[in-house]
C-alpha cells in the first residue's frame, strides 16, 4: 500500500474513533442527566400528585390529603421554631466538651469533618 492511501485509510480510522468516543460521551451525558433527574427530591405538590396517582384518590380524598400534609407541616414549622433554641444551646454545650477533650487540631479537623457533612444530610436532617 502507497503512503498516501494508507495515510487516508488513517485519517478515516482516526475519524472513526473520534465519531465512537463522541457518541459513547453523549451516551454517558444522557444517562447522568436521566438518573439525576430521577434522583431529585419531588415537590410537595409532585409527592401528592404520585400519592393521589399509586392511591387512586378521588378529587374529595386528594383535597383533604393535602389539607391534612399542610396542617402537618405548620405544626412541624411551629414546633422547629419552638426547640431551635434549645437545640443550639445542646449543640454549643457539646462543642464545649468536645473542646475540653480534643486537641486543637483535632477540634479543627471535627469542625471540617462536621461541616463537609451537613450538606449531605437533606432538609429536616440533623445540624
Known amino acids: 500500500?502507497?503512503?498516501?492511501?494508507r495515510n487516508k485509510w488513517q485519517a478515516r480510522g482516526f475519524a472513526v474513533v473520534i465519531f465512537i468516543l463522541g457518541f459513547t460521551a453523549g451516551i454517558l451525558a444522557l444517562n447522568a442527566y436521566h438518573w439525576a433527574r430521577a434522583h431529585r427530591p419531588a415537590a410537595p405538590s409532585d409527592r401528592i400528585e404520585q400519592l393521589a396517582t399509586r392511591l387512586?384518590?378521588?378529587a374529595d380524598q386528594k383535597t383533604k390529603v393535602q389539607q391534612i400534609f399542610g396542617d402537618t407541616q405548620q405544626q412541624l414549622?411551629?414546633?422547629?421554631?419552638?426547640?431551635?433554641?434549645?437545640v443550639n444551646d445542646?449543640?454549643?454545650?457539646?462543642?464545649q466538651r468536645l473542646q475540653q477533650v480534643l486537641a486543637p487540631d483535632q477540634w479543627q479537623k471535627f469542625q471540617q469533618l462536621r461541616d463537609e457533612m451537613?450538606?449531605?444530610r437533606g432538609p429536616g436532617g440533623n445540624r
Open 90 to 95: 445542646i449543640r454549643q454545650q457539646t462543642d
Open 1 to 5: 500500500m502507497d503512503t498516501p492511501s
Open 77 to 86: 414549622q411551629a414546633l422547629r421554631k419552638e426547640s431551635e433554641p434549645r
Open 118 to 120: 451537613r450538606p449531605r
Open 56 to 58: 387512586q384518590l378521588n
